[in-house]
């Protein structure tokens, strides 16, 4: 039903998925630059066609609503939310009684940008699994949400300004939106206002944000790329970085940030779980991730395989 191509092939309708090469069709789970390419056609939901096109150019695409099964190139596809960021995706592919769900990347967890990641039953699952080990049990929002808000008070407080790391698309709308209904004001740099704006025109609400003019202001949080150089040399910042991986006590130093706050828009390892008890699938490939996954699937006593080696031929 599919192959493996340096990324994942569709065999029937010869449809590349996430590729970030281009193809001359391709199915696009979400508009990160890492999942995308200028494809000659994509599939997509509505969102993410115009978050791609707003990101790469004019494309062609033929946009898949949730839950809309169309007939395409022989196979039965429908997407449902995947809980990553607004208009991610999983693809189910059906073909001859056969069901394949590929989940891109994906969140179980809450998401007020996103809608709830949707799970249908398949025989084949392709999982996504960023935080494949143990130790990336995240701790819940509600738990680390009021942490960060206290250390933002303080920081303006004490006439300082609060610097938040995000990527431009996902993680910035996410956090501007956590940060505005706790009573902030907003500035975000550029590349992720233009993404805002999108999200807003498409009916997602982010609260009290403006464009950052390229100087701080008092009582207001600033949202900027990771990586961003200090904003100023008069005004002393406290930066804050925002992932997953913050729940590595390495990270904040790697990161060069103050604070690392463990908010993500991936699966931690037990959502990776409770994701494969839902799917149910007899066998189960892993990409992105630790092959670690793998063999806790397996002592599990699942049917799980690594998928994305270099160089792979082979799907077993």
């Known amino acids: 039903m599919f192959y493996w191509d340096n990324g994942l092939k569709l065999a029937k309708a010869d449809l590349a998925i996430d590729?970030?090469?281009?193809?001359?069709?391709a199915f696009i789970s979400h508009a990160h630059i890492d999942h995308m390419?200028?494809?000659?056609?994509?599939?997509?939901?509505?969102?993410?066609?115009?978050?791609y096109q707003a990101r790469l150019g004019p494309r062609r695409t033929r946009e898949l609503p949730y839950r809309q099964t169309i007939e395409w190139g022989?196979?039965?596809?429908?997407?449902?939310?995947?809980?990553?960021?607004f208009g991610s995706a999983m693809l189910l592919a059906e073909d001859e009684g056969q069901r394949l769900l590929y989940t891109g990347d994906f969140k179980l967890g809450e998401s007020l940008t996103a809608e709830p990641a949707e799970l249908p039953h398949a025989d084949i699952l392709i999982i996504e699994s960023t935080y494949g080990r143990p130790n990336f049990r995240l701790p819940p929002r509600a738990e680390v949400l009021p942490q960060l808000i206290d250390q933002i008070r303080a920081v303006l407080?004490?006439?300082?300004?609060?610097?938040?790391?995000?990527?431009?698309?996902g993680k910035s709308q996410e956090i501007t939106r956590?940060?505005?209904?706790?009573?902030?004001?907003?500035?975000?740099?550029?590349?992720?206002?233009?993404?805002?704006r999108i999200y807003e025109r498409l009916g997602v609400p982010l609260g009290d944000f403006r464009l950052y003019s390229g100087r701080p202001e008092p009582d207001c949080v600033v949202v900027v790329p990771p990586g961003t150089p200090r904003l100023s040399d008069?005004?002393?910042?406290v930066r804050f970085a925002v992932t997953g991986w913050a729940h590595d006590p390495r990270t904040r130093r790697r990161l060069r940030v103050d604070?690392?706050?463990?908010?993500?828009?991936?699966?931690?390892?037990?959502?990776?779980?409770?994701?494969?008890?839902?799917?149910?699938?007899?066998?189960?490939?892993?990409?992105?991730?630790?092959?670690?996954?793998?063999?806790?699937?397996?002592?599990?006593?699942?049917?799980?395989?690594?998928?994305?080696r270099p160089f792979q031929r082979r799907l077993f």
């Open 74 to 85: 022989g196979l039965r596809l429908t997407t449902y939310p995947a809980g990553h960021c």
């Open 19 to 25: 590729f970030s090469r281009r193809q001359a069709r």
């Open 37 to 51: 390419a200028r494809h000659e056609y994509a599939l997509c939901t509505p969102a993410t066609a115009a978050l």
């Open 234 to 237: 008069k005004r002393p910042e």
């Open 259 to 308: 604070h690392a706050v463990a908010i993500s828009d991936h699966a931690d390892y037990d959502e990776l779980l409770e994701a494969v008890r839902r799917v149910d699938a007899r066998v189960i490939y892993c990409t992105h991730g630790p092959e670690a996954f793998v063999d806790d699937l397996r002592h599990a006593g699942y049917d799980a395989r690594p998928l994305g």
């Open 157 to 169: 407080q004490s006439g300082s300004t609060p610097v938040v790391e995000a990527y431009a698309l």
């Open 178 to 196: 956590l940060l505005t209904d706790a009573g902030f004001r907003v500035l975000q740099h550029r590349w992720a206002f233009e993404v805002s």
